[in-house]
Each structure stands twice: as structure tokens, then as C-alpha cells.
């Protein structure tokens, strides 16, 4: 935290939902707002209220107590980031070492949290799709402008749901390969 005068975190999915708004500042850097500033972005305004110049997104904050006590509960950043790694690797391997499945995005620039994959069939996007949703897995389908399929494995995503797909994939290529 030392090494930035401000952080200004948009915290959908992350931390809580959309809206809310992470700004951490540090104090020699209040008070120094030009007089064309709106009095919302003055952040010696809201230093001098105790972050309560407006009615903040109680619900929001509420959301975000929860998240932070949940990750608090989980061990901290480090362990959910080991946790975030180990369903990544879990998915990736399954999808490079498929014989019906493929990952469009090169490995070094991979995605912890939203996994991109086709199938060399594409036809076959909506069966795999349908079949899923049929065990409960739904939100599966591609971005509309990219296509092919997407799986979110935000920090909220068990290790057994990772688990689950993989399964999942894994017998649809068993009778599709």
C-alpha cells in the first residue's frame, strides 16, 4: 500500500456488487482538491465525515463486510489466490489435454477467473451447453461478440464446481471424440 498515493478499486465481483467503490488515499494527498472539483471527488470532504459526506450503498458495504470476513475466514489474498490457481490448472489441463476441447487463449495470458474454450465441433456448443444446464450448470454460453463457451471461477466458485464440469466434459468428449 506504501508505494501508491491512491488506489481506486471498482469492486464488482470481487469484493460486492456493482456500485460499489474502494478508495483508499493517502493523507498527505487530502487537501489538495483544485476549486473546480465536485465536492463528491473531494476527498478532504470526505475525510473531515468519516466517509459519510452522502448516504453510502449501505446494502453494498453490507455485501462488502461479508466478502471480506468471508476471505478473512479462507485464510487472506494468499489462499484464496492458491485456491483461484488450483481450479484454474484443474480446467486448463482438462481442456489441453482434451481431444474435443480447446482454449482460444494462449497460455501466458490466461484468465484465473473467466475461462475461455470451443469445441473443435462447434456444432456441438449447444448440446454441451444444454446437457450442462441439465446438471445445473448454467452461464456456460460465450460472450455474444467472441462465441464458443465461458466458464466463470470467481473466488464464489467451489473447487467441487470446477470438479463437476470437468467431469462433465470429460464424458461429453468420451461420447463425442
Known amino acids: 500500500m506504501s508505494k501508491f498515493g491512491v488506489?481506486?478499486?471498482?469492486?464488482?465481483k470481487n469484493v460486492g456488487p456493482s456500485g460499489v467503490t474502494i478508495v483508499i488515499i493517502r493523507k498527505d494527498l487530502i487537501g489538495n482538491a483544485r476549486d473546480v472539483t465536485p465536492v463528491m471527488l473531494d476527498y478532504k470532504v470526505?475525510?473531515?465525515?468519516?466517509?459519510?459526506?452522502?448516504?453510502?450503498?449501505?446494502?453494498?458495504?453490507y455485501m462488502c463486510d461479508l466478502v471480506?470476513?468471508?476471505?478473512?475466514?479462507?485464510?487472506?489474498?494468499?489462499e484464496v489466490e492458491k485456491k483461484n490457481q488450483r481450479k484454474a490448472k484443474i480446467l486448463y489441463d482438462a481442456i489441453d489435454e482434451s481431444r474435443v476441447f480447446r482454449c482460444p487463449v494462449e497460455k501466458?495470458?490466461?484468465s484465473l477467473m473467466n475461462v475461455p474454450f470451443t469445441l473443435e465441433k462447434s456444432e456441438l456448443e449447444g448440446e454441451f451447453i444444454k446437457e450442462a444446464r441439465k446438471e445445473k450448470m448454467v452461464q456456460l454460453k460465450g460472450h455474444r461478440s467472441v462465441g464458443g463457451m465461458r466458464a466463470s471461477i470467481h473466488?464464489?466458485?467451489p473447487l467441487?464446481?470446477?470438479e463437476k464440469l470437468v467431469?462433465?466434459?470429460?464424458?461429453?468428449q468420451a461420447r463425442h471424440a
Open 7 to 12: 488506489i481506486y478499486a471498482g469492486a464488482q
Open 46 to 61: 470526505h475525510d473531515e465525515n468519516s466517509s459519510l459526506y452522502n448516504t453510502p450503498p449501505c446494502f453494498g458495504v
Open 68 to 78: 471480506f470476513d468471508d476471505l478473512l475466514a479462507q485464510g487472506g489474498l494468499k
Open 108 to 110: 501466458s495470458v490466461r
Open 155 to 157: 473466488k464464489a466458485m
Open 160 to 162: 467441487a464446481g470446477v
Open 167 to 172: 467431469a462433465s466434459m470429460k464424458d461429453f
